[in-house]
């Protein structure tokens, strides 16, 4: 028992080590624009007042670009949280969006003005794949169903 125990507690030990040092530049919010940490490469938003919010490393230098303009805020020592708000209104326009802290770069397009996805994009959508973890089950469900019918219908032989 003794020599299985260190077996045991070292691959434990070994995650708690390494998810504790786990920070890493997060951007969270949009304005009112709950993104979650989603990164995508365009986003919609109607006011044309930005604010940006996310965390990062704490007490870390956060470089956020707007249009080629860069301006850099230090995120809060105590949890990494940080809040940018762009000091004038933008233009209703595409904008090249840029946040940065270290070797992390979340980059962007920001349409301000449009109230929803264009309809060329969203037709262009259905040709996707299916989201992650449905694939693999409707073939599974595909393939016991072919087997089923396959051998139910077989004619026995006496």
Same mark, same amino acid.
């Given at each position: 028992?003794?020599?299985?125990?260190?077996?045991?507690?070292?691959?434990?030990?070994?995650?708690?080590?390494?998810?504790?040092?786990?920070?890493?530049?997060?951007?969270?919010?949009?304005?009112?624009?709950?993104?979650?940490?989603?990164?995508?490469?365009?986003?919609?938003?109607?006011?044309?007042? *930005? @604010? /940006?919010?996310? &965390? =990062?490393?704490?007490?870390?230098?956060?470089? +956020?670009?707007?249009?080629?303009? %860069?301006?850099?805020?230090?995120?809060?020592?105590?949890?990494?949280?940080?809040?940018?708000?762009?000091?004038?209104?933008?233009?209703?326009?595409?904008?090249?969006?840029?946040?940065?802290?270290?070797?992390?770069?979340?980059?962007?397009?920001?349409?301000?003005?449009?109230?929803?996805?264009?309809?060329?994009?969203?037709?262009?959508?259905? *040709? @996707? /794949?299916?989201? &992650? =973890?449905?694939?693999?089950?409707?073939?599974? +469900?595909?393939?016991?169903?072919? %087997?089923?019918?396959?051998?139910?219908?077989?004619?026995?032989?006496?």
């Amino acid at each position: 028992m003794r020599k299985l125990l260190p077996i045991l507690l070292l691959p434990l030990l070994l995650f708690l080590v390494t998810s504790v040092h786990a920070e890493d530049l997060v951007l969270k919010k949009i304005g009112a624009l709950d993104v979650n940490g989603k990164y995508y490469a365009h986003w919609w938003y109607e006011p044309t007042k *930005l @604010t /940006l919010e996310g &965390t =990062g490393s704490k007490g870390a230098n956060i470089d +956020i670009t707007v249009d080629g303009n %860069m301006q850099t805020i230090n995120a809060s020592v105590a949890d990494g949280s940080w809040k940018y708000t762009h000091p004038t209104e933008l233009e209703k326009k595409d904008h090249n969006i840029d946040v940065a802290s270290g070797d992390k770069k979340i980059s962007f397009i920001l349409t301000i003005g449009a109230g929803s996805v264009p309809a060329e994009q969203a037709s262009n959508s259905a *040709l @996707t /794949l299916p989201q &992650t =973890g449905t694939l693999l089950p409707v073939l599974g +469900i595909l393939a016991l169903a072919g %087997m089923l019918i396959y051998y139910g219908f077989r004619e026995k032989k006496a």
